[in-house]
Every structure is written in C-alpha cells, then in structure tokens.
C-alpha cells in the first residue's frame, strides 16, 4: 500500500512539474517571440488561443519596430473610434512591404486586385478611350486620346494630369495599372475624372460614359516620295504579328524608307517587341536583363532583316518596350533617332503567383541593357537628332497632327531622303 502511495505521488509531482515545464516554456517562447508587454497586455482568455507570428531575424529589424507595429495594431483594435477588420488592417501591412522598396513597380496585389489584373488584355475593353504613362512625378498623364472614344468627345486632351477618380485621390498611387482599374467598368456607367491642365493651371472635372472601347494599337501609310509610316500606340500581345503584316504591305508597294513612329508609346509586351526587332536587325544581340546576381538573359536576332533606311520618332513619353527598339536601331546604326529624350524606364518587372490567398507580387527582378551595354534607367535614350514638337500641337494626339504640320516627321523623313539619296 506504502508503494502504492509513493508511486502516486512520484506521478503527481512529475505532471505538476510537466505542466510547470510546459506554462513556462511557452510563455518564455512566446515572450521572446512577441515581446513580455504584448503578452501581458492581452486579456487572460487570449493566452492559450492559437497565435501565429512573422519572423525576422534579430539582424534584419529593430525590436523597437516590432513593438511599434503590435502597438499600432493593439490601439487600432482596442481604442480607434469604430470597429476595424485587423485582417484588413494586415493586408495594408503587407502593402507596406512593397512600398518599402521605394520602387514604383514593385506592388502587392489582394485577392480582387489580381484577379483584375490578370483579366487578358485584348483590343476590347471597357472604358474611357485613352492611352495613360505615368510622368517623371508619378502623375498618371493622358499621353493619347483615342478618336471618337468617350474621352475625346468628354474634352480631355493629351498631358492631362489625372488626380482623381470618383473623386478619390489617385496621387499617391505611383502603379498606373491600380488607377486604370478604377477608371474602366461596365458599358453605360459614369466615371468622373479629375484632371489638372497645366496650359490653364487648374483643375477640371469630367462624367464620361464609358463604352466598349475598340481600339488598334498599329496603323501605316504610304507617304509622299514612297516613303513607310508606321505608328505602334502601344506593344500589346500580338503586335509583332500585326506589325509583320503592315510591314509587308508597305514592302509590297516598294517603299524606299520606313519611319516608325513610337512617341507616346509607354511600352508593353517585352517578348513582342523582341519579335519586332528582330525583323529588323541583322544578326546579334537585341537586349540582355541582368539580376542582382549578375545572371544574364540575352534576347538575339537572326540575320533576317529589312535593309532600308529608316527613322524613329521619340519622346519623353517613349517608355520601356519603347526604348528597347529605339536604343537596339540606334546601336546598329539601323535608325536614326528623332524627337526628344525617352522617358528612362529600364526596369524587368515580374509577378509571383504563389500566394494561398490569391493575391500578388508584382516585382523588380532585373535591369535590362542596350546591345552596346548601356543601362538607360533614370536616364533615356537620346535622339540622335533633337526635334521639339511645336508648342502648338502639345496638347494634340500624335494621330491628329497634320504630316505636313508635324515637324518631328517632316525632320524624319528628311533623314531617310538623305540616305537613299547617298547611300
């Protein structure tokens, strides 16, 4: 019986001394994983629910950070005026990190915005008819009108500063992909855009209606002296296919030049205007991105080409996909480049996927070189030849310039008399 007893006790003491062990392995975890100010300040019935924790290492954030993020939220969730959804509050949060950067187009996406985003892009789609690029102040700017669109019969004109929408203040948003999303929407339905004008130096508010917007980001010509005139709007997902057919077009009426008109073009699909430069350079390196590991990706062309003179028209507004072709001509002396300095965007974007909750990242993963090595971001691509647009048509879209009129072209197709006549 003696025994019996003694064994008792013996496992007694041992599971008091194991529920002893394990209160304070877990509150010595959790305090130094969470900080012992944030343990004691929860209500007693919160102890034992299951918590979960972001880490960093000790050498990655300040301690003082982390206390100053559970304070934000404790107050926020305890002492601001009306309820508020700390999930809500943690997804901001992790905006937050992207922000961080301090990179324009490194963005979290939530849930609803990704699926928006990767909604394929088409010529079709819903909304007011224009072609945006963010300026050199993050400013969303109108850089094209398209004819007869909602906008156009609206009033708004080319460099105008869109600084709302809905009435929202759309300034601090420096991706220009979030603000189109809440410019498009279903046909028949009003948006109120809020532009500022700088050639009056005031705001103006516009109801556009918007509509089913059908648009072609390509057209071509045959100008005067059987000279080609292509304009590409913007690199969409099967440019290079259309750019192909209107290139053969004006092959087929022996053009002796060709002009390739990319001002206010904000970019596009890098994979497309690959293809394009590669119809028309000679054998060799098109573009190379670089990460921060120095790990290269080349793009080349064969020796496949066209072999006529031809000119590029540029601007500041010239963007990315933009500056690829017009940088690769200008380095194998294949274009003569026309206008005013591109806008320097020379960033690789890319997008994971791998997030349970079906959002997000759209990141920075590389820079991407001319063929001759040069890094163009922050920084453009000059035109071999500076043509300022003049002051009267500033306001105007590029396609209702008269040709006579514009004197960018008429210095380009000047350029290309020059070099049929000696070649």
């Given amino acids: 019986m003696r025994n019996k007893k003694t064994l008792i006790k013996i496992i ?3 599971l008091v001394c194991s529920a002893l062990s394990f209160f304070a392995g877990y509150f010595v975890s959790v305090g130094t994983l969470v900080s012992w100010k944030n343990v004691m300040a929860r209500p007693l019935t919160s102890w034992f629910k299951q918590q979960h924790a972001v880490f960093f290492d000790e050498d990655e954030v300040d301690i003082k950070n982390i206390e100053a993020f559970n304070r934000v939220k404790d107050v926020l969730r305890t002492r601001y005026y009306k309820p508020v959804d ?4 943690f997804v901001g949060a992790i905006k937050g990190l992207a922000e961080g950067v301090e990179d324009p187009y490194t963005v979290y996406y939530d849930p609803d915005e990704m699926k928006r985003f990767m909604e394929e892009s088409s010529g079709n789609y819903e909304g007011i008819g224009v072609l945006v690029s963010m300026d050199e102040n993050y400013l969303l700017t109108v850089a ?10 609206a009033g708004i004109q080319k460099g105008d500063k869109i600084v709302r929408v809905d009435q929202e203040d759309v300034t601090d948003i420096k991706d220009p992909d979030l603000i189109v999303k809440k410019i498009k929407g279903a046909p028949g339905t009003i948006v109120t855009i809020t532009v500022f ?3 009056v130096r005031d705001y103006i508010d516009f109801d556009v209606t918007r509509q089913t917007i059908n648009v072609s980001y390509i057209s071509s010509k045959v100008l005067d002296d059987q000279i080609g005139y292509i304009r590409i709007k913007q690199f969409d997902n099967d440019i290079s296919q259309d750019f192909q057919n209107h290139l053969n077009s004006l092959l087929a009426q022996e053009i002796k030049g060709l002009v390739i008109d990319l001002r206010d073009n904000p970019g596009g699909d890098y994979r497309e205007v690959v293809k394009i430069c590669d119809m028309l350079l000679p054998n060799g390196l098109i573009v190379y991105v670089e990460d921060r590991y120095g ?3 080349e793009e080349f062309s064969d020796s496949n080409h066209i072999d006529i003179p031809m000119s590029v028209l540029i601007n500041g507004y010239s963007a990315s996909a933009s500056e690829i072709m017009s940088a690769a001509l200008k380095d194998y002396g294949k274009g003569i480049l026309v206008g005013t300095k591109t806008f320097g965007k020379g960033l690789v974007q890319q997008i994971d996927l791998r997030f349970t909750n079906g959002g997000g990242l759209k990141y920075t993963i590389a820079r991407y070189f001319t063929p001759s090595g040069k890094h163009i971001h922050d920084v453009g691509v000059e035109p071999d030849i500076e043509v300022v647009l003049d002051e009267e048509f500033k306001s105007t879209s590029i396609d209702d310039i008269p040709h006579d009129k514009d004197n960018q072209l008429q210095v380009a197709i000047s350029e290309i008399k020059k ?3 000696n070649p």
């Fill in 12 to 14: 007694a003491i041992v």
């Fill in 86 to 89: 700390v999930n809500a509050l």
């Fill in 144 to 153: 094209e009108v398209f004819p007869e669109s909602p906008a156009k019969e």
């Fill in 197 to 199: 004008r700088e050639e």
């Fill in 295 to 297: 790990n290269r990706r």
């Fill in 419 to 421: 070099r049929y006549a």
